[in-house]
């Protein structure tokens, strides 16, 4: 089915330990962005990018690199896990850069950090 | 940070009753979408919003467009087990694209 699919849907990660959480989308879209949900606080953007090559940080990219070497990845690095980052992720894809039409979401990845 | 105030936070409504739930923002939005999460899955696309005014329905769902351009309302009539779940709100002002922080849905049966 087409769509955006994220891997793994489940993670518990020791603190300091890395890990990358994986996302693809198969409906050639140019803008590709990770967010985090956490109970209260709504969906909170990490990372973005508009295209293959580009990224960009949005309001909580502290503790994540991005990269974007093709249309269809778009790959979030934890780098040394923190119990701060116990969340749940989310990959959302949109056809521009412009979310006015709506973004396509992944299913979520919920990482526990202990 | 973060700009939209959506209320209520959670609902619990018996099976057949209509829901509303609202959103509001500080400054003028270009754009309002609404969006339902159930549980386990990520957000879905309901409805969007593109003028002020703008009063648009998708099935039983119907979300308004406020006229200040500084709020929209989701309505659900008749409401049935399978809206349960997390709609948010989600708007665009300038260059800038925030959610809401969600309303909780159960629906008693």
């Known amino acids: 089915n087409a769509g955006v699919t994220q891997t793994p849907k489940f993670q518990v990660l020791k603190t300091g330990q890395s890990m990358t959480l994986q996302c693809a989308q198969d409906m050639n879209h140019e803008y590709m962005s990770w967010y985090r949900q956490d109970p209260g606080m709504g969906l909170r953007l990490i990372h973005y990018s508009v295209g293959a090559g580009i990224t960009d940080q949005g309001e909580v990219p502290n503790g994540y690199n991005v990269s974007r070497s093709t249309t269809e990845d778009f790959p979030l690095r934890l780098l040394s896990a923190a119990p701060s980052q116990t969340s749940v992720y989310f990959c959302?894809?949109?056809?521009?850069?412009?979310?006015?039409?709506?973004?396509?979401f992944g299913s979520g990845t919920r990482l526990t950090v202990v | 940070g973060q700009q939209l105030n959506q209320s209520p936070q959670s609902m619990f409504i018996q099976e057949g009753e209509d829901v509303s739930m609202n959103c509001t923002s500080s400054?003028?939005?270009?754009?309002w979408l609404w969006y339902k999460q159930d549980p386990g899955e990520g957000p879905v696309l309901l409805i969007a919003?593109?003028?002020?005014?703008e009063l648009t329905s998708n099935g039983r769902l119907t979300a308004q467009f406020g006229i200040t351009r500084k709020d929209s309302f989701l309505n659900i009539s008749a409401s049935i087990p399978s809206d349960v779940g997390i709609y948010f709100c989600a708007g665009t002002t300038g260059n800038q694209f925030y959610f809401g922080t969600g309303t909780s849905l159960t629906v008693i049966p």
């Open positions: 919003l593109y003028k002020a005014g």
């Open positions: 959302a894809s949109s056809p521009t850069g412009h979310p006015n039409y709506g973004y396509t």
């Open positions: 400054s003028i939005f270009n754009t």
